[in-house]
């Protein structure tokens, strides 16, 4: 079965840095269109902040976490990563990373099949 594990979350103070990671399991790596991160805080929809493609030919990322978060990927070791840079106490969320073997899928903060289940993150003044 597909898995996925999110890993590298914590209690950080403002203007630190986190690398969280997605290590994958029970599917080719290479059969994933595309790969995410999303956050979401209790009682609200989740945000997507980041995807890349699995050619790595095209990234997005979303306007508040832009020039802050990157997305790289590791063949390799079946991986997916997010280097958060000069956090803010509002990044304070549960991250998921997420994947989808889908074609031609508007990209939003669902449109992924496979997820993990949820790293927190915690940002304090």
């Known amino acids: 079965q597909v898995q996925l594990v999110e890993s590298g979350g914590g209690l950080v103070q403002a203007g630190g840095s986190l690398t969280l990671s997605c290590g994958t399991t029970g599917r080719p790596f290479n059969s994933y269109v595309r790969m995410g991160w999303s956050r979401q805080v209790p009682g609200k929809g989740r945000e997507l902040l980041a995807a890349?493609?699995?050619?790595?030919?095209?990234?997005w990322y979303g306007e508040d976490v832009k020039g802050r978060f990157t997305i790289s990927k590791d063949n390799d070791a079946n991986t997916f990563v997010l280097q958060m840079d000069n956090l803010q106490p509002e990044d304070t969320a549960v991250y998921y990373c997420?994947?989808?073997?889908?074609?031609?899928?508007?990209?939003?903060?669902?449109?992924?099949?496979?997820w993990g289940e949820g790293t927190q993150v915690t940002v304090s003044s």
């Open positions: 997420a994947a989808d073997g889908r074609h031609g899928r508007t990209l939003t903060a669902t449109s992924f099949d496979f």
């Open positions: 890349i493609t699995w050619a790595g030919l095209n990234v």
